[in-house]
Structure formats: C-alpha cells, structure tokens
C-alpha cells in the first residue's frame, strides 16, 4: 500500500505543474474569446470573424497596453485604479498578491524592488538566502541597517530582516534564479 501511494504522489508531482499550467492558458484563452469574440463579432464584417480570433484579440489588447503604460495620461490612470483597488479592503489583498507576483514576473528593467540576492549570517554556522530591497530606512534611525526579505519555501510567506550591511554575503547569482531556488526550498535547479 505504501508503494501504490507513492507512486501516486510521484504522478501528481509529474501531472500538476502541467496539467495546472495548461489549465490557466485554457481559461485565459476561452476568456479572451468569451469577452472579445461578441465585440468583434459585433464590430467585424459579417464572416469575418473566425473561433480563436478572440485570443489574438486579447494578446493584441495586452500588447497594446504595454506600450501604454509608458504614456503620461495612461500612466496616471493605471495609478489611478490601482489606488482605487487598494482601498476596498477585500479587494486590496487579492489585488496586491497579484500586482505583486506580477511585479516579481516583470522584465528586470521594470523590476526594481528586488536588487540583489544575499545571504545574511545567523550565528557561526547558519545563513539564510534573503534579498536586499531597498535603501536604508531613514525612519528605523539605522544607517546601515538594509532591508533584507527572506522569503518562506513555498511562497507561503516571508520575513522583513533590517540587516547591517556587514552582516551580509553578497552572491553572485541572478535574483531570479536565487528567488526560485529558495520559493522551491531549494529543490530547483541551481544553475
């Protein structure tokens, strides 16, 4: 019995990264369609349109809005509703977990919270992967002190360190690939 279910546990490992990552594409697909397919049913001449031309519509729209977000007035107006969100208090957690995990997801250019990976010392023996992310806080009365996040395995949280910079191992690797290696508690590829 104790083989059979680890077998299963083997299966799922194997099946659920896939089977959730084709799951999300089909939902974002059959999305786009539902809500863009009607408009361009709507607006395109009669036989015109075709099934899935509402997915290229929507990679099309998210496109487009990319090079916005570089524009002034589309700029202030993408500030403007993220403020809005961020005030509903149920809405506000939901919407900053996602804002956030889609930061983190973002080109390296627009990515700036996170500067590098380092390990901070605990004791003799002990270190732990953090990440600098920003500047000393003037408020904290520290001049030293930098804001270290060290996030929990399976993103199930983390801890804000303020750390003197003394204390800290700078690591010469990318902060994604040090951020992945310590969300997957270190069962990631290291290279």
């Known amino acids: 019995m104790k083989t059979l279910g680890r077998w299963f546990m083997q299966g799922l490992v194997a099946v659920l990264p896939i089977t959730l990552t084709i799951a999300l594409l089909y939902w974002l697909g059959t999305t786009a369609e ?6 361009l049913r709507w607006v395109l001449p009669q036989g015109w349109y075709w ?4 997915i290229f519509a929507g990679l099309a729209v ?12 589309f700029r202030n107006l993408l500030e403007l509703a993220n403020n809005l969100l ?3 208090p149920l809405v506000k957690t939901v919407f900053e977990s996602i804002r956030d995990i889609a930061r983190f997801a973002a ?4 990515r700036e919270e ?3 990976a380092v390990l901070v010392r605990l004791g003799e023996d002990v270190r732990v992967l953090g990440f600098v992310t920003n ?7 520290l001049d030293k002190a930098l804001p270290v996040y060290v996030p929990m395995g399976y993103q199930i949280g983390g801890f804000t360190l303020l750390v003197d910079e003394d204390q800290l191992e700078p690591l010469d690797v990318d902060v994604q690939t040090a951020m992945r290696y310590t969300l997957t508690a270190g069962m990631a590829d290291s290279a």
């Open 135 to 141: 500047a000393p806080p003037k408020w904290a009365g």
């Open 62 to 73: 998210v496109t487009a809005t990319g090079m916005l977000v570089n524009a002034y007035l």
């Open 114 to 116: 996170i500067k590098r």
């Open 107 to 110: 080109p390296d250019k627009q």
């Open 51 to 54: 099934p899935g031309l509402g």
């Open 34 to 39: 539902s809500l863009l397919g009607p408009v």
């Open 86 to 88: 961020a005030r509903i």
